[in-house]
């Protein structure tokens, strides 16, 4: 879905039940039907769960804390799609903020939170 805001600034909103908003410019061709997202990130008891559903190339998927400290990092090959599962059981309390960035710099971003009883 795209939304555009005051300013002419174009956010690409992608599904799952962690919302990203950003862009992915210049992603490949969709393996699912034209309206999938090309990327869905959904949290798990114990894991982050992401879906590339489109030839997105060499993607660096970061997550930071809420003082925007590196607590995992890594790049993946998502050129044939597939998905990525990250162990988050060990994250102490509190939001996070996940980055999807692609090679020319364009990123997607989504927040969850951890919480522990």
Known sequence: MMICLAGLAIINVQSGNIPLQG??????????????????AYQNPTDVEMDFNANLGSLDIVITNQLGVIVFQTTVDATDGGKLYIDTSNFPHGLYTLFIVNEDGDYLEGYFTIKKS
């Open 23 to 40: 862009s992915l410019e210049g992603t490949g061709k969709m393996r699912g039907e034209p309206q999938d997202p090309v990327v869905e």
